[in-house]
T-cell receptor
Framework: DADVTQTPRNRITKTGKRIMLECSQT?????MYWYRQDPGLGLRLIYY???????NKGEISDGYSVSRQAQAKFSLSLESAIPNQTALYFC????????????FGPGTRLTVL | QQQVKQSPQSLIVQKGGISIINCAYE??????FPWYQQFPGKGPALLIA?????SEKKEGRFTISFNKSAKQFSLHIMDSQPGDSATYFC?????????????FGAGTRLFVKA
C-alpha cells in the first residue's frame, strides 16, 4: 500500500464550487505539506503543518485553506474554485527537521471550468 | 531573493552519456539542497540531496556538485539510461524553529535516447 495517498486522483469542477482534496499518510510523520505543480513553474508550497495544532501559510496560500484533522490526515480546500486553480496538487510528508526528505503522494489533477 | 533558477528546461542525451542539470539560488539561508525525480503520473521522489558544508555527493550514477560561493549546484547523471528519462527538480530548503521555506526549480525534462 502507498505510504501517502491522495483522493480524488482526478476532479473536474466548475467555477465557484467548493472543493476538498484529501491526503492520508501511514508513515507516522509529523510534517505534512500541500504543493501545486504548474508547467514551467515547478512545485509551489501552499500550506504546511508541523503537527496537528500547527498550520502555516506557504508561498501561494490565497484562495486555499487547510485542515489537519489528525497526524495522518491533511486536507486542502478551495472555498470558491476559479480556473487559474487548475493544476496538479501534491501532498507530501517529512519526518522532522532532522530529516528534510519529503515523501510525495501520487497527486490530484484538478480542472476548474 | 527566493528564486531557484534551473536549466536547461529540456535535455536530450544519448544512452551512456552524461546528463548535467544546473540550479542557482539566491538566499544564503537555504541549508538543504535536494534533487527530485518525477515520472509521468507519479509524485516526485527524492533522488539525492546535499548540505552546504559538502562540495560533492555521489550516490551510484548520480552526483551533486555544490559551489557555495557561487550559490550554484548541479546534478550529474553518469552513464545515462533510457530509464532515467523523467523530469528532474532541484530545490532549496531551510527550516527550523523560525519557520520553513522550500523553493523548487521549474524542472528539466530529460530524455535519454536508446
Amino acid at each position: 500500500d502507498a505510504d501517502v495517498t491522495q483522493t480524488p486522483r482526478n476532479r473536474i469542477t466548475k467555477t465557484g464550487k467548493r472543493i476538498m482534496l484529501e491526503c492520508s499518510q501511514t508513515k507516522g510523520h509529523d510534517r505534512m505539506y500541500w504543493y501545486r505543480q504548474d508547467p514551467g513553474l515547478g512545485l509551489r508550497l501552499i500550506y504546511y503543518s508541523f503537527d496537528v495544532k500547527d498550520i502555516n501559510k506557504g508561498e501561494i496560500s490565497d484562495g486555499y485553506s487547510v485542515s489537519r484533522q489528525a497526524q495522518a490526515k491533511f486536507s486542502l480546500s478551495l472555498e470558491s474554485a476559479i480556473p487559474n486553480q487548475t493544476a496538479l496538487y501534491f501532498c507530501a510528508t517529512s519526518l522532522s527537521e532532522i530529516s528534510n526528505e519529503q515523501f510525495f503522494g501520487p497527486g490530484t489533477r484538478l480542472t476548474v471550468l | 531573493q527566493q528564486q531557484v533558477k534551473q536549466s536547461p528546461q529540456s535535455l536530450i542525451v544519448q544512452k551512456g552519456g552524461i546528463s548535467i542539470i544546473n540550479c542557482a539560488y539566491e538566499n544564503t539561508a537555504f541549508d538543504y539542497f535536494p534533487w527530485y525525480q518525477q515520472f509521468p503520473g507519479k509524485g516526485p521522489a527524492l533522488l539525492i540531496a546535499i548540505r552546504p558544508d559538502v562540495s560533492e555527493k555521489k550516490e551510484g550514477r548520480f552526483t551533486i556538485s555544490f559551489n557555495k560561493s557561487a550559490k550554484q549546484f548541479s546534478l550529474h547523471i553518469m552513464d545515462s539510461q533510457p530509464g532515467d528519462s523523467a523530469t528532474y527538480f532541484c530545490a532549496a530548503l531551510w527550516g527550523g524553529t523560525g519557520g520553513f521555506k522550500t523553493i523548487f526549480g521549474a524542472g528539466t525534462r530529460l530524455f535519454v535516447k536508446a
